[in-house]
């Protein structure tokens, strides 16, 4: 796995799913981590303390991504436990399979706020450090914006208003040395897929029929992509959007 050593990450919604598996990988790769979360305090503390126990550095710290003072007060927390934030893996999202009929305002605010405002603000708070001379921010989108799945417009619209947030920020970010990259994962097996009634249905077997590796995602399969993309080794690579999806598109 490219090396991290010395660097400081933050990795937001990282409390399950594919943001544990990116916190524990970034950890195994040498950085000091924090798992932010938002309201599950114990899964925090067991991807602490798996990292941990394997002898790496990682502190749990709470905060809705989609509220400016809690992002604030993460980037503080962070910044006092570990020294300027040089990675920022913006993985905190929601979503849901829902006919275009039956969106909700309540819906539009939830998934927009989070997945789109929250990496905004993170984003800012980032680029707010002046002691920084360079960084990585890797945002979390989806392969559903190249495969267009039905019954996701608003999922996937809100992911691909994050595609483009994250070229359009590594123009203005790249003379500071701060590169911006996003990553589409394909579906992948988490408790956010569960609680949707994804895993297990038809919808998911129609999908890896249609995945040349002929599997749904795990957790494991992002983290050593996003170490990648956080080190060194990608120092030439910024803008860019990377499908990790088994060939889903
Ligand atoms: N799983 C997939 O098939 C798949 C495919 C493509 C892309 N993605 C993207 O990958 C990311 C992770 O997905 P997942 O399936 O691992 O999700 P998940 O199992 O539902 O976990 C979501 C994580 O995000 C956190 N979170 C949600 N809203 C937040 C907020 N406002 N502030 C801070 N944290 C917040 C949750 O925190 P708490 O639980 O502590 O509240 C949790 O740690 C998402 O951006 C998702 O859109 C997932």
């Known amino acids: 796995m490219s090396s991290n050593n010395g660097r400081t990450a933050i990795v937001t919604g990282a409390s399950k799913g594919l943001g544990a598996g990116i916190a524990k990988s970034l950890a195994e790769a040498g950085a000091a981590v924090v798992v932010n979360y938002r309201s599950d305090a114990e899964g925090a503390a067991r991807v602490v303390a798996d990292i941990t126990a394997k002898g790496g550095r990682a502190t749990a710290v709470q905060a809705d991504v989609a509220d400016g003072e809690d992002v604030h007060r993460l980037f503080d927390r962070a910044r006092a436990a570990y020294g300027p934030v040089d990675v920022l893996v913006n993985n905190a999202g929601v979503g849901t399979f829902v006919p275009l009929s039956d969106i909700t305002e309540a ?21 707010a450090q002046d002691d920084i001379e360079a960084a990585s921010i890797i945002n979390v989108s989806t392969s559903g914006t190249v495969s267009h799945p039905p019954d996701a417009s608003l999922y996937v619209a809100s992911k691909s208003a994050v595609n483009a947030f994250t070229i359009v920020a590594s123009k203005e970010l790249g003379p500071r040395g701060i590169r911006v990259n996003a990553i589409m994962p394909g579906p992948s097996d988490t408790d ?6 994804y ?36 120092c030439w690579i910024t803008g860019d959007l990377i499908l990790a999806s088994g060939g889903l598109r």
């Not at 819906?107 to 680029?127: D, K, M, P």
């Not at 956010?192 to 009634?197: D, H, K, S």
């Not at 040349?212 to 983290?223: A, E, I, N, Q």
């Open 107 to 127: 819906q539009f605010h939830s998934e927009t706020t989070t997945n789109l405002l929250g990496t905004i603000l993170t984003t800012q708070a980032l680029a």
């Open 192 to 197: 956010g897929t569960r609680a949707m009634g």
């Open 199 to 234: 895993s297990g249905s038809e919808r998911e077997a129609q999908a890896i029929a249609a995945t040349p590796l002929g599997r749904t995602g795990t957790p494991d399969d992002y983290g050593p992509l996003v170490a990648f993309l956080a080190s060194d080794d990608a």
